[in-house]
């Protein structure tokens, strides 16, 4: 008996012994030169397919849509006919066609939150952020993709989504990104310019995520977007063109520090001005020009 149980468990340790042997996933990835640039092609190709088609997808067809919601209902015959009302009064958007129809401008993009693998050139940044998960079926990839959609006029939303795939996960960032819309404030905030248009941040105005925090600052015509590159994505999609910034903190961790920028701009419309300020900073909320 005792015998048999030790040849039991040397077979089990040769069974253990050829599983190692056998390629995994990552074995294959570092492969020499040139296949590895191959691979990476591929993954490339692939990646722009899925970026490209987020440009395309601007049509949205209002006569077709079937609204779920009882404010989805409003928007669609008319009841509703600005994204203010809702946000305003605070109404949570429960359907990406909501802000389709009320912002028909809407750009969308995806941000550069992950990196590639593999030497040499490895560490290249990419749109979606892949993680594996280990099990005993091997690797279990997942894909993550930040989106940002804008009018480039004062309306803006971001969002993350994760899945399995490419394109669920970036849909799921894009939906996300709508339903979580909101106003900038904009204005000409800089004491140099006072040019009277609405180009940069009325105010010094500042957000924070985990460690990160951002600062963002008027700054005079001409001076474009002094901040992080996929920051300036947001911004701009927001219809800021000058800004200076400063950050604090792990700013390489990049989702903390969009979340951080995004945070500074919903800080925007939560302060009270002044009306006498109003006008000397040419406030402009959402694309509508306040006046006193
Ligand atoms: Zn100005």
């Not at 204005?187 to 924070?208: A, L």
Request: glycine share 10%; proline share 3%.
């Amino acid at each position: 008996m005792a015998k048999k149980k030790t040849q039991d468990q040397v077979e089990e340790k040769k069974e253990i012994a050829k599983l190692e042997d056998s390629p995994d996933e990552e074995m294959l990835i570092e492969k020499p030169k040139e296949g590895l640039a191959v691979e990476l092609g591929e993954v490339k190709e692939l990646e722009e397919e899925v970026v490209e088609e987020v440009k395309k997808k601007g049509a949205f067809e209002k006569e077709t849509w079937k609204p779920k919601t009882s404010l989805g209902i409003r928007v669609k015959n008319g009841e509703v006919s600005y994204i203010d009302y809702i946000l305003d009064k605070r109404i949570k958007i429960l359907e990406p066609e909501i802000v389709n129809a009320l912002l028909p401008n809407l750009t969308t993009d995806l941000l550069m939150v992950g990196q590639s693998k593999g030497k040499f050139g490895g560490g290249q940044k990419r749109v979606f952020k892949q993680t594996q998960k280990k099990t005993q079926e091997g690797n279990k990839p997942k894909f993550a993709t930040f989106a940002v959609v804008g009018n480039e006029d004062g309306y803006i939303g971001v969002g993350y989504g994760k899945s399995k795939e490419t394109v669920p996960a970036r849909e799921k960032a894009i939906r996300q990104a709508k339903l979580n819309i909101i106003k900038v404030r904009r204005g000409c905030g800089n004491w140099r310019c006072g040019c009277g248009d609405s180009h940069t941040v009325p105010f010094k105005v500042s957000g924070k995520t985990g460690s990160v925090e951002i600062t963002l600052m008027p700054a005079p015509k001409g001076t474009g977007l002094k901040v992080e590159k996929e920051c300036q994505k947001i911004l701009k999609l927001a219809g800021i063109k000058d800004v200076w910034s400063r950050t604090e903190g792990q700013t390489r961790s990049k989702l903390n520090l969009l979340y951080a920028c995004f945070e500074a701009l919903k800080k925007l419309v939560q302060f009270k001005i002044n009306q006498k300020n109003v006008e000397t900073l040419s406030i402009v909320e959402g694309s509508i020009k306040i006046t006193t």
